[in-house]
């Protein structure tokens, strides 16, 4: 799922193509995909962009009428850029965005059509979209501190939560814990203040490096090669790989369609964390630490 960075760089590239420019026409291939009916969607066509902006890990593109596009992306919703009118690929493309510039259009992969287009007016609209979480780049130690706290959860929870913390999903989450060397599961009520420090620092660093790189890679073209797995991560999506900073074989912990991944000596101590479902099947045999599962690994 795009996060943080990700938007941003959507954002930054739209700003280039699409502000002050007249949205012509509005193409919708699914009929899952657009998730409100008032105002209707023809509302937007002929109207200008008047404005752009992140709400969590949504897109808002803002028209001068007062009306707002707002665009989620979710797991595998992507954007292009189309210099001329685009083709609509069939189960592909969701819809198209005929600007007088060029054509923007949101396709996702897979069968599982989670991505969603809402159309509000003004601000108050808008709002009720927004999820409420703290903007991580914009608070002080004290107010991420009061937001972490504010609810016990695991770490990799509370970073997750759209209602505590904006546009931090299951990649940068992995990317964060690792940098302040803090394990996924450990609680919320029982940091103590230097990790809530490191972690808050961690988080600022972490997104604002990813944010750079992702400007330079795309520098003058749109943002094509969005993906939650990038060169160049310490941790997520690095199963098995030996840990950057100590070289230890990464673990992970999966659940749903996501997964945790992190390093058990940098993270945890050395311990291992239960893995649901491998957890529950072997039971007693589930080895605790990396001591264990070499070992285990060498029989």
């Known amino acids: 799922m795009p996060e943080l960075p990700d938007v941003v760089a959507y954002i930054e590239a739209l700003e280039r193509r699409v502000l002050g420019r007249r949205l012509e026409r509005v ?45 989620h992306l ?3 919703g992507r954007l292009h850029w189309h210099e001329a009118e685009a083709r609509l690929i069939p189960r592909r493309t969701l819809a198209a965005f005929d600007f007088d510039s060029g054509s923007l259009t949101l396709t996702e992969a897979g069968s599982k059509k989670r991505a969603s287009l809402n159309l509000v007016e003004g601000e108050a609209g808008l709002a009720a979209l927004d999820p409420g979480g703290l903007e991580p780049l914009e608070a002080s130690l004290d ?12 770490l990799k929870r509370a970073l997750t939560d759209p209602h505590l913390f904006s546009g931090i999903g299951n990649a ?29 620092r961690a988080t600022q660093q972490t997104l604002q ?10 520098r003058e073209h749109f943002p094509e090669k969005v993906t939650a797995f990038r060169e160049g991560m310490a ?18 912990i999966r659940y749903a369609d996501n997964e945790t991944n992190y390093c058990a ?29 070499e070992a285990l690994t060498k029989k």
Not at 209 to 218: F, G, Q, S, T, V
Not at 235 to 251: I, S, T
């Open 74 to 76: 979710m797991i595998a």
């Open 27 to 71: 193409r919708i291939a699914s009929p899952f995909l657009l998730r409100s009916v008032n105002p209707p969607i023809w509302t937007v066509e002929g109207r200008a962009v008047r404005s752009l902006r992140r709400l969590g890990k949504r897109i808002g593109i803002g028209m001068d009428n007062g009306c707002w596009m707002v665009l």
């Open 209 to 218: 490096e990813w944010i750079a790189r992702l400007r330079a890679e795309a």
């Open 235 to 252: 941790v997520h999506g690095r199963f098995g790989k030996p840990c950057p900073r100590c070289g230890a074989k990464l673990q992970r």
């Open 265 to 293: 000596r940098c993270q945890t101590g050395g311990k291992l964390l239960a893995d649901r479902s491998l957890s529950r099947l072997l039971k007693q045999d589930w080895p605790r630490t990396l001591e264990e599962l």
């Open 172 to 200: 940068y989450s992995d990317e964060i814990l690792h940098a302040a060397g803090l394990s996924p599961a450990a609680l919320t009520s029982r940091l103590a203040s230097d990790d809530v420090t490191g972690l808050y």
């Open 143 to 154: 107010e991420f501190a009061a937001r972490l706290t504010s609810e016990n959860h695991t």
